[in-house]
């Protein structure tokens, strides 16, 4: 399956017309860390609320909504509730944390097509400071998420599979825990430049192959942290972005690939669906892996960064190691991953995808301090959903790639 089918690249050529049509121009985060006090609910309404005024708009203004949860089947209901809202266009698709990357394409369609004039992508997860946390919800999902071919085997869920494609990825190309480790000492530098993250002390290779086990070849520092956090975007078609406050960040390209939720039905532990859902964006959006200034992946796992630069373009299948080492991922190597620190060391709250979406935003707008690039015109943006389950890439750009 890693090789793409003709039809799925002329689906994304049918797609080419949406390209640049519709902008972020609005995004914001909020709570992110420890936010005691807080529920889910909580934190996703400020940060909606921060992202709405971010796009000089009010609340009244927001005519769609495209948000999901963990926990919650009908949570784009209470969120409707909540916000104060009407909106003529809702989407709670819920594929794990790639969902609010895939809800993009969707929602440009609808803008294209008069149905709203701007939607709110929002999440909120206090899974950190929540008596009904990660273990609980874990506990929940064995019966709401049945898993047949694997919850009877009882495996440490999510970490067991992702350390499952780290050992076969290590047996097939000779990738070494030194390489593995390299993911997480690069994203912690980025994150030391980055005020709002969580984890911003020291971290060193020798430090991440020392740390606690939990599912061999992986140790904690390879896992990703779990925190609160709340995170909100705001779409509008790319006319109406242009007269708003904000620099627009044009939707190039979007495409969402799903080959499996179980682990164990995966074709090939090395080779994810975003070798399809990324070939699909970067047709759509005209541009290549290379075009890129800068990747924001979802590194749930260290091994997720080194099977996504591969799957998306960035080196050949099987070189993903040697690509991150000498800290070729970390600030001034020969590409920026997680400038924010990514959800190993920045923010994790049970799903991660909208905090990479906002983190493209600020270095295309220009706006992420001390570790803002000196280029920032285009950005591709990953996300993974269960257990390299669904895969989701955007291609991000500003006024100039139009």
């Not at 529920?39 to 708009?57: C, E, K, P, W």
């Not at 394409?105 to 009904?132: D, H, N, W």
């Not at 030391?192 to 993250?197: L, T």
């Given at each position: ?14 797609n ?6 519709v ?6 985060t909020?709570?992110?860390g ?15 609320q921060?992202?709405?005024a971010?796009a ?5 203004d ?12 009908m ?54 400071s ?7 919800s874990?506990?929940?999902r064995?019966f ?29 190309f ?46 904690v ?8 956090g ?5 779409l ?41 859902s ?8 005209g ?14 796992f ?13 080196c ?6 040697a690509?991150?080492?000498?800290g070729g ?45 000196k ?10 959903g ?5 895969q ?8 100039e790639?139009?």
């Amino acid at each position: 399956m890693s090789r793409i089918p003709r039809s799925h690249l002329d689906a994304a050529a049918v797609n080419r017309p949406l390209r640049g049509r519709v902008a972020i121009a609005g995004a914001a985060t909020y709570g992110c860390g420890e936010a005691p006090g807080m529920d889910d609910m909580t934190l996703l309404v400020r940060a909606a609320q921060a992202a709405v005024a971010d796009a000089g708009l009010s609340m009244q203004d927001i005519d769609g909504l495209a948000t999901c949860s963990v926990n919650a089947s009908m949570w784009p209901m209470p969120v409707i509730e909540h916000l104060g809202i009407n909106p003529t266009y809702v989407d709670g698709t819920m594929i794990g944390g790639s969902s609010f990357i895939a809800h993009l394409l969707p929602a440009i369609r609808a803008l294209e097509a008069g149905q709203c004039k701007a939607v709110l992508v929002c999440y909120g997860s206090a899974q950190r400071s929540a008596t009904f946390g990660r273990k609980e919800s874990q506990a929940a999902r064995r019966f709401l998420d049945p898993q047949p071919y694997e919850f009877p085997y009882e495996p440490v869920l999510p970490v067991t599979a992702y350390a499952l494609a780290a050992a076969r990825h290590m047996h097939e190309f000779g990738t070494t825990r030194t390489q593995l480790a390299e993911v997480a000492v690069a994203a912690r530098a980025w994150a030391q430049q980055n005020p709002e993250a969580f984890m911003r002390d020291p971290l060193t290779i020798e430090d991440v192959l020392a740390a606690r086990p939990i599912a061999s070849p992986l140790t904690v520092r390879d896992c990703c942290l779990v925190t609160d956090g709340g995170g909100a975007i705001v779409l509008t078609r790319a006319e109406r972005a242009r007269d708003l406050p904000r620099p627009p960040v044009y939707v190039l390209g979007n495409a969402t690939a799903i080959w499996n939720r179980q682990i164990s039905c995966m074709p090939d532990l090395t080779t994810t669906s975003a070798s399809q859902s990324g070939a699909q964006a970067f047709a759509m959006a005209g541009l290549k892996a290379a075009d890129m200034d800068m990747a924001q992946v979802y590194d749930a796992f260290t091994i997720n960064t080194i099977l996504f630069l591969e799957d998306l373009g960035f080196c050949a299948k099987g070189e993903g190691g040697a690509f991150v080492e000498n800290g070729g991922i970390a600030p001034g190597g020969r590409l920026a991953v997680n400038t924010n620190g990514g959800g190993l060391s920045c923010v994790h709250p049970g799903m991660y995808g909208i905090f990479a979406l906002i983190e493209a935003v600020r270095q295309l707008r220009g706006e992420a301090g001390a570790r803002q690039l000196k280029r920032h015109s285009t950005a591709v943006v990953h996300g993974n959903g269960g257990t390299l389950s669904s895969q989701s890439t955007a291609v991000l750009g500003t006024t100039e790639t139009l």
